[in-house]
C-alpha cells in the first residue's frame, strides 16, 4: 500500500503575522534604548544646568565664586569645622597661589551655601576629588568646576567651565552638545575635553572626535564635554 505523506507550510497570513509580530519586538527594542538614551542625555543636561544655576546664584549672593570664596570661613557654615576659603583672586583654580584646590572646595562653599543638594565637605589638603568632596556624574566619573583651559584644541583661552567628568559614550556627549550647543566638540560653549582625575582614564580625542564632529561611528565609552561659563 503506498503511503503518501502530506507537507503542509505556512500560508501568507501566518507568514505575515509573525512579520508583524518581530516588527513590534524590533520597533520596541529600538524605542526602548532611544528612550534610555534620552534619559541620559537629560540626565546630563540636568546635571550641567543645576551646577551652572548655582554658579551664578552664589555670585550673585556673595560677590565671589563658589571655592575662590576669601571669606567663606565667615559668611558660610559649613558645620562643626569652619570653611576653607579661597585666594579671592576671581578663579576656581586647582590649586591657588596658596596650594588649596579652589576646584574641590567649590563644592563644599556651594552645598554649605544651600545652592546645591548634597553635603560635600573638603580641607585644605584635599588636592583629589573623592566621594566626599566631589559630586559624580551618573556614569560614576568625577565632575570638575575649575578655571583652566583643559577643553577643545589648540591654544584656547582660560575660562571657567564645568567638565561633565569622563566614562561617557560618544553618542550619549555628542547629543548633549547637539542639544545645548552647536555637535562641534572643537567650537562653541560645549567642548570636548581630555581631564582625568587622579586614578581615572583620559579620554582620548582620537577616538572620541573625528575632525569637527564626534567619532559616533566609533562607539568610544569613555568620552567627555566641557561646559564654557
Partial sequence: MNMRILCKGFSLIEIAVVLVIIGLLLGGVLKGQELITSARVRSLISQQDGVKSAFFGFQDRYRALPGDYASANVNINCGATPCVSGDG?????????????ESILAWNHQTAAGFLNGAYTATSADTAPTDVNTPKNPYSAYVQLVYDNNYGAGAVPMKHNFKTGGQIP???IAEVDRKIDDGNPYRGAFQFTAYVPAGGTAPDPLSCTNGMTWAIDGGDSNCEGASLF
Fill in 89 to 101: 583672586n576671581g578663579r576656581i583654580q586647582a590649586p591657588n597661589t596658596s596650594g588649596i584646590f
Fill in 170 to 172: 560618544v553618542e550619549i
